[in-house]
T-cell receptor, first 111, second 112 residues
Framework: DAGITQSPRHKVTETGTPVTLRCHQT?????MYWYRQDPGHGLRLIHY???????DKGEVSDGYSVSRSKTEDFLLTLESATSSQTSVYFC??????????FGPGTRLTVT | ELKVEQNPLFLSMQEGKNYTIYCNYS?????LYWYRQDPGKSLESLFV?????AVKQEGRLMASLDTKARLSTLHITAAVHDLSATYFC????????????FGKGTHLIIQP
């Protein structure tokens, strides 16, 4: 593992509430990513970061925002959670070339 | 828009048999990745293929890349139960810096 932790690991929340997921890495990797995994869809990129305060949108960014104030932390926020955002969320890090390293995942249920 | 298609999406096979998983992608790319995922777990990197004709092997798994055909294969030789998992291929366009595009995954069950 590339020293990636995610918190919380499991969360149940109600529709309309804000939710923030945290990804923390100890590898000093420049690039960080948030993906969501849903049955039948594989993994889809939500947002990514190429440095502190530098972020960009991925394929499925609607309803999500991110922030990166430190190299080691990348936060994913659902401003107002919806049932369609029930998913497993994976954080990944990388050096910008070659492979990405994935965290353990956060299972989010929106009721 | 980059599309990555895997087939089959589900495969049940017996121990000792050989089989191949296919990964097609729609846009020119020189990099292809294979990951393994066990139920409820994260993704484990298996292979990184970086050029046309690249072939990598690890145990009973062998992956290859044909960038001209936009095709990668993951070949399983003499399957064993421990290889049961979901396998994903993924492709990047810009060196991976702006994320990977994944196939939907192949759910592989190997029965004794």
């Amino acid at each position: 593992d590339a020293g990636i932790t995610q918190s919380p690991r499991h969360k149940v929340t109600e529709t309309g509430t804000p939710v923030t997921l945290r990804c923390h890495q100890t590898e000093n990797h420049r690039y960080m990513y948030w993906y969501r995994q849903d049955p039948g869809h594989g993994l889809r990129l939500i947002h990514y970061s190429y440095g502190v305060k530098d972020t960009d949108k991925g394929e499925v960014s609607d309803g999500y925002s991110v922030s990166r104030s430190k190299t080691e932390d990348f936060l994913l926020t659902l401003e107002s959670a919806t049932s369609s955002q029930t998913s497993v969320y994976f954080c990944a890090t990388g050096t910008g070339g070659f492979e990405q390293y994935f965290g353990p995942g956060t299972r989010l249920t929106v009721t | 828009e980059l599309k990555v298609e895997q087939n089959p999406l589900f495969l049940s096979m017996q121990e000792g048999k050989n089989y191949t998983i296919y990964c097609n992608y729609s846009t020119t790319s020189d990099r292809l990745y294979w990951y393994r995922q066990d139920p409820g777990k994260s993704l484990e990197s298996l292979f990184v293929l970086l050029s046309n004709g690249a072939v990598k092997q690890e145990g009973r798994l062998m992956a290859s890349l044909d960038t001209k055909a936009r095709l990668s294969t993951l070949h399983i030789t003499a399957a064993v139960h421990d290889l049961s998992a979901t396998y994903f291929c993924a492709v990047d366009i810009k060196g991976g810096a702006d994320g990977l595009t994944f196939g939907k995954g192949t759910h592989l069950i190997i029965q004794p």
